[in-house]
């Protein structure tokens, strides 16, 4: 607000002579008190404090309310805009509402209130808010009624409670820095009272966006669950009010719009009072507004992540080609509404920014469909309301910007997009009523049309569930021109991973279902053998982080292993690159840690046989939808029965940095064995390097060596990545770092079994025994560096070592 001079009726309500000043008692402000800089109000269960606040170095003074416990942590600023040279403030009270003023009697803020109170107070809330009331009026249904309230004007902090409403003026705005509270560049709004979604926006420029209110949820955003806070949307005749209620008072939280325009979602630790950022919007480039142009769909976990829709060819394809997604893409052929148009449905995604749409809230979906067939311009059609068997008719007309897809099944909604006749088919669907065997009839006749009938047929007896029966386990059997159509004839374009026993490819199956084909190397000496292993071993294991065999194929000399596809890749291609690893913040990296030790634990312990890995290493765990953890590749696996425990190999197989000294230079290997390898996957977790190609400008040893030596000197929190540096927990990185080390000492029997690593990760209260000097504690060479390009990381070319080469 501008600064301003005491208007005539002002000075007739307030001056420094006609104010009584009482001393400000805990959280209350009355009628002609002041409260001068210095001076605090406290709400009343210590929570939150008002008061005068500087910035920086900076001498100029604020208006604000920050944390009790955290005086840093600023969440409302009244004057941002016009701050007070000096410690002259003092904020009054007044029939007329509160006044911020300077010593030369200028009115710096006012509330501005309406009303004329009677008896004002104004009082800080234990939610953060600052109110002004009557104490005259009692409402009659003992609700409290505020003549204002700070809450009804938010700074760049959305406190729970807060209401976020579609008024222009309301929600959040980003300070203009670290060091200065006045307007920033980017705000976050509510749009469309109707239908309404959040819009972050720079200016007028939108730079995220959640997708439209479904009935259930933002289509943009993941499913609303958490234990601690109840999400309330209220909806009027023109207005949306959308906030969060917390539901315990042990957790503390806070939704921050900083100065480069991320929301951040933060939680209090009690423990180590200190913020954690838990989740960031924008999340990733898909969630960056128009992405990949018009009539394109992004998707995070492909690479590249940009494709053109069903029917729509690049605009710019020179451009596409370059990765210059801007021009979008543009229809094959209009729609002829003539000759009988259909849909192709895309699920699950965020639906199109709301530029052209019409919206119908009580039209079912298949009228829906009709309505946009009638009119040529319709676009694209999907249920506004998606609760129950879903309702309600929205349509798109002209271009379709901003969708980003999904592949969790209860996140975004279906969308049916316009297509020529010509267009349909390819296992779409040709209305939203299609059902299986109208699909599988459109997979037969396009196949025959293409020539590829056995093709398809194979998908089709894959579909149906042909199973095959082999030492008493139950896979499918996939025929070879299934696998070849699926991976368009094993093109290096659907390459996702190579290693010495063979390359990965990504496949579709007909009915949409993405797969991971693994197709065995033909000069692979070994390759018989692992391949048993792998359908044997994986067929019977059923964990969650565990990768999921689908089925096999054996066709001459060609031997095929069909996974679930892995949306994500695998944790290398994050942790292990300077710009993807601010992806995966601390807490994600901690359910990782501990998905993978159970894992190891199933194998260990709680399968049939005892299952020793052999080849645990970060390229070999994978992420899922959800970022879970699931350890794949057993090509080099080995089952214990009975009393056995330890076993002994000629040919020593696995990947350098990871392989226990046992192993490496014995050739024997245990449970211990994946022990080592865990920890030495844990401690790059935490690091963000490889073990074996760490470097560092103080001594030649590996990662392994550096945590032991910063262990030893009380620094260990050091070996934290650095872009974990706003998330992480100092006590549970300890933790982990010391577990680490425990499972990398030299000796097998000093190493904890996964039980007990589990047992250590889930309860922080059960104290660690002190880990002892680690394995492989010797310095390098000045060419140990080099021994990497020079002979790989695998033992030998015939090690399962997969390599990723791109995110899909």
Not at 525 to 536: R, T
Not at 636 to 651: H, Q, S, V, Y
Not at 715 to 742: F, K, M, T, W
Request: glycine fraction near 8%.
């Amino acid at each position: 607000m501008e600064a301003y001079q005491f208007f005539p009726f002002f000075c007739a309500l307030i001056s420094l002579s006609e104010v009584f000043h009482f001393s400000i008692a805990l959280d209350t402000l009355l009628e002609r008190q002041y409260m001068s800089d210095g001076e605090t109000l406290v709400s009343a269960g210590q929570s939150f404090e008002l008061g005068f606040f500087s910035t920086g170095n900076s001498k100029n003074r604020y208006l604000g309310i920050w944390y009790k416990q955290n005086p840093e942590t600023v969440a409302w600023v009244a004057n941002g805009n016009n701050p007070i040279n000096g410690s002259n403030g003092f904020l009054a009270l007044t029939k007329n509402g509160l006044i911020l003023s300077n010593h030369t009697n200028s009115v710096i803020w006012s509330s501005n209130t309406t009303k004329v109170a009677d008896s004002p107070i104004a009082q800080l809330l234990d939610s953060g808010n600052f109110i002004v009331k009557d104490n005259a009026i009692v409402s009659s249904d003992s609700s409290e009624i505020y003549l204002w309230q700070s809450f009804d004007y938010p700074s760049n902090t959305w406190l729970p409670g807060m209401k976020i409403t579609n008024d222009f003026n309301d929600g959040l705005t980003s300070w203009k820095s670290p060091d200065d509270p006045s307007l920033g560049d980017y705000a976050y709004r509510i749009e469309n009272p109707e239908l309404p979604q959040q819009v972050l926006s720079m200016g007028s420029i939108k730079k995220f966006r959640t997708g439209s209110w479904n009935g259930l949820r933002f289509s943009g955003l993941l499913p609303l669950s958490d234990p601690y806070y109840t999400v309330k949307l209220i909806f009027h005749m023109d207005e949306f009010e959308y906030m969060y209620q917390p539901e315990s008072s042990l957790v503390i939280r806070r939704i921050t719009l900083n100065t480069s325009g991320l929301l951040h979602y933060y939680v209090f630790s009690n423990a180590t009072t200190e913020w954690a950022i838990i989740y960031t919007e924008p999340n990733d480039l898909c969630d960056s507004y128009g992405q990949c142009g018009a009539n394109s769909i992004c998707r995070a976990q492909n690479s590249p992540i940009c494709e053109c829709l069903m029917g729509f060819t690049p605009t710019a394809p020179a451009e596409w080609e370059l990765l210059n997604w801007s021009g979008g893409c543009r229809r094959r052929m209009p729609p002829n509404c003539q000759n009988g148009d259909g849909f192709s449905k895309i699920s699950p995604v965020k639906l199109p920014d709301l530029l052209d749409f019409r919206l119908n809230k009580t039209m079912s979906t298949r009228d829906c469909e009709k309505e946009c067939l009638k009119n040529c311009s319709c676009t694209a059609y999907a249920n506004s309301n998606i609760t129950g068997k879903g309702h309600g008719c929205l349509m798109w007309f002209g271009n379709l910007v901003d969708i980003k897809g999904f592949t969790e099944e209860n996140t975004g909604q279906d969308i049916y997009i316009r297509l020529h006749s010509s267009e349909l088919g390819k296992c779409s669907f040709l209305s939203s009523d299609s059902n299986v065997r109208k699909r599988l009839a459109v997979i037969i006749v396009v196949s025959v049309i293409a020539g590829i009938l056995i093709a398809c047929l194979g998908q089709l007896s894959w579909i149906i569930g042909m199973e095959c029966k082999n030492e008493d386990i139950e896979v499918h059997l996939f025929d070879l021109a299934t696998l070849t159509a699926a991976t368009d004839g094993f093109s290096p374009k659907k390459l996702i991973g190579a290693g010495g026993f063979g390359s990965v490819y990504k496949g579709s199956l007909c009915t949409g279902e993405d797969i991971a084909v693994k197709r065995l190397s033909k000069n692979s000496q070994q390759g018989l053998e692992e391949f048993k292993n792998e359908v044997v071993l994986i067929a019977k294991l059923q964990h969650r982080n565990l990768v999921r065999l689908l089925g096999y194929c054996i066709h001459g000399e060609e031997r095929i292993l069909v996974y679930e596809f892995m949306p994500n890749s695998s944790l290398d291609y994050f942790i292990f690159d300077q710009k993807r690893s601010a992806l995966l913040p601390w807490k994600m990296r901690l359910d990782i840690i501990v998905g993978v030790a159970r894992g190891l634990l199933y194998l260990h312990q709680d399968s049939r046989l005892q299952i020793i890995h052999r080849d645990l290493k970060t390229s070999n765990i994978l992420l899922d939808h959800n970022l879970n953890a699931v350890i794949s590749d057993f090509g080099l696996a080995r089952t214990f029965g009975g009393a056995e425990d330890k076993a002994r190999t000629n040919r020593v197989a696995g990947t350098y940095g990871y392989m226990s000294p046992e192993y490496a230079v014995d050739g024997e290997f245990s449970i211990k064995s994946d022990v080592f390898a865990f920890g030495v996957l844990l401690l790059e977790i935490l690091n963000g390097k490889k073990n074996r190609s760490f470097t560092h400008p103080d001594h030649h040893h590996n990662l392994l060596g550096h945590a032991w030596l910063l262990w030893k000197k009380d620094r260990a929190l050091e070996l934290i990545d650095s872009c974990l540096e706003n998330s992480y927990v100092p006590s549970q990185v300890l933790r982990c770092i010391q577990l680490g080390l425990l499972c990398v000492q030299k000796f097998p029997k000093d190493r904890p079994v996964m039980s007990c690593v589990v047992s250590w990760l889930v309860n922080e209260k059960d104290k660690l025994p002190e880990p002892k000097q680690p394995g492989f504690f010797i310095e390098r060479s000045y060419n140990d560096g080099d021994a990497k390009s020079k002979r790989g990381e695998s033992v030998s070319d015939n090690a399962v070592t997969l390599t990723v080469l791109e995110g899909r």
